[in-house]
């Protein structure tokens, strides 16, 4: 940590407390905003602060360092919110625990959506993992991020594996995930629904680290013209993914 601000320990602590006090945790929270591609808010900040530096900042004061300094994530200016409701009683407990050991296919599957932008156009990919083996069970890409992108990859999922009854699907606590289609669905099949914790990512971390990679050796990776080319890039490389890429299998579970 102190090497990116280029002083030592005590001179970080002596200073922080004088003058402009937020200056130097600004330094490290622009850091992390800038490896991200200007594309993480605070609360993606505040796990990255963590994971790379081994310090725990309060999320209030990262969005407020963010807001006095106009680090605004370049997607936040650029898509209109959606206006669904979350319904609350439509809640599930974590089921997995960050417990990521699987021993077998088709026991716990996870999921998540993630959007792709080029030039102010944007789409939205689903996604369902196979914790077991980390491969792309199913995935729909859409312009529109609503219930149907979700159902959809759901439904395709379980065409595709067909015994599913006792499987877990892990996600966030999304609104597309509280509907009453997604539950609907999942309990017609025999789905046991897991969530994250509200603001924990790292609950999901095997998602948010495939769509990382996936962003990473797609877009930042080749000269695309227009968003076009980004899809049919990252249907390619999701094959690519599930076919040759070599994956670590190392199994893992991350303490809470």
């Known amino acids: 940590m102190f090497s ?4 030592t320990k005590r001179t970080y602590y002596r200073y922080r407390n004088s003058e402009d006090k937020d200056y130097y945790d600004y ?19 505040q796990d990255g602060l963590l994971d790379k530096y081994g310090v725990i900042f309060n999320h209030k004061k990262i969005a407020r360092i963010m807001k006095k300094y106009n680090l605004k994530p370049e997607y936040i200016k650029r898509i209109r919110p959606i206006f669904y409701k979350r319904i609350e009683s439509n809640v599930k407990p974590n089921l997995i625990k960050r417990n990521f050991n699987v021993e077998s296919p088709n026991k716990v599957w996870t999921t998540d959506i993630t959007y792709l932008i080029y030039n102010n156009k944007r789409l939205y ?4 993992l196979d914790l077991y ?26 065409a595709k594996r067909k015994n599913v ?25 025999g789905i046991q629904i897991s ?20 962003k990473k050796e797609t877009l930042y990776n ?35």
């Open 4 to 7: 990116v601000l280029n002083i």
């Open 27 to 45: 330094v490290l929270i622009k850091e992390i905003f800038e490896d991200s591609k200007r594309t993480y808010g605070y609360r993606r900040i």
């Open 125 to 128: 990919l689903s996604t369902i």
């Open 133 to 158: 083996d980390r491969k792309v069970v199913a995935y729909k890409i859409s312009k529109r991020n609503d219930i149907q992108l979700v159902t959809d990859t759901l439904n395709e999922a379980i």
């Open 165 to 189: 009854h006792g499987l877990i699907l892990h996600s966030d606590q999304g609104v597309q995930y509280t509907s009453y289609e997604y539950k609907a669905i999942c309990e017609s099949n």
């Open 195 to 214: 969530m994250s914790r509200k603001g924990t990512p790292i609950d999901d971390s095997p998602m948010e680290s495939f769509h990382g990679i996936l």
């Open 222 to 256: 080749n000269d695309i013209k227009n968003i076009n080319e980004y899809q049919v890039l990252v249907e390619d490389w999701i094959e690519f993914y599930n076919t040759k890429r070599l994956k670590n299998r190392k199994k893992s579970k991350i303490s809470s």
